[in-house]
DNA sequence: ACATGACTGAAACAGTCGTGTCAGTGGAGG
DNA sequence: CCTCCACTGACACGACTGTTTCAGTCATGT
């Protein structure tokens, strides 16, 4: 149960990794940034550990809200890529991405399971949404994640390039109907 | 045109972060795993930015390689996905991600440009590998992203969960013929 | 023989890192 | 009033960062 202050200096420094980057962020910028200091960020978080992986819960929550949100049945890869293509998210998905690649290449420390805990997230939220014939098939396994990979491979393209009509229409075209 | 001794380090450095990942790399234990030391690096590199340079575009051309080598014509995603989900190339992918990521959180720097340089290497390998009556037309475009966007997000699930079988069907499923 | 240029070792530079220590605030409950 | 507890400021610690300075070594070309 976190204190208020926590919970306050937790929404600012995740205000502040969304626009810096977590890669390389520190204690000493960050919390003359969030008008504190890094002897109060350690007291409340215990350490650097604590407070990135905080971070990462904070930044998870926010992914979590909208897969409680997007729904089941027809039109939740296109939903899901509405949300994904919005410019307003743009900030945490590149976040998210870099936490991504960041558990990929150090398995310990903070960011452990990250990547493979949002496959499954996402993985779980399109099974939902499949006919129950297909559900539990292995044709079914195989579509979700075909549409898990289209999602994401076109959220790459997008950050990368942000051409969104392009990656858009790509995307579209494969979930018309 | 870089003297024998600096595309030999380089060679050492470049299988030294395939392990180790590019993000938190720093001179010293670098110098000292490949025989060497922090004096004769920024002597042949000019700087730490200018050996991760020279170890993105070590990497760019491993990527370079295998899109001269892929030829066009019907199957190439399939030819791409095998490429890309040989154990063996993992370590590179990783690196390549982790490359990706960094380049869209810091657009300054050694990373600049990366991102967006090899979603356009490999949209030109799909065009060349489409037909010729639709590669200028929307439809391609949109074709060549879709396949795109499957490649990489199948490799993003790939890299995180391991499971081969799940993905390589997904992705399968997709270019069957 | 000599000079040139590529390469290397040792040590130090100023700076930043996460963290620990010690000493306080200041408000709430007894 | 007094005590307790959440919170905070100032400062120092050792470790590490990229980079520089100064001094070589060694083979090569003339």
Redesign the pocket.
Known sequence: MP????TE?LEAAYRYVLTHGLA????????AAI??????????F??????VKALLARARADELVLLADIGTGPGVVARLWEWLSAPAHRPLLTLWLEAYARSLVEPDGPWAGFARATVEDWLEVLRAAQPEDVRDTAAGLASRTRELALLRGALLDLLATGDGERVTSAVGASFAG
Chains 1, 2 share one sequence.
Not at 3 to 6: D, G, H, L, M, Y
Not at 35 to 44: A, D, E, H, K, P
């Open positions: 204190s208020a202050r926590e200096l390389d962020v520190s204690l000493r910028p960050l919390a008008g504190s200091s890094t002897r109060v960020l350690l007291y409340l215990g350490s650097k550990e604590g407070l």
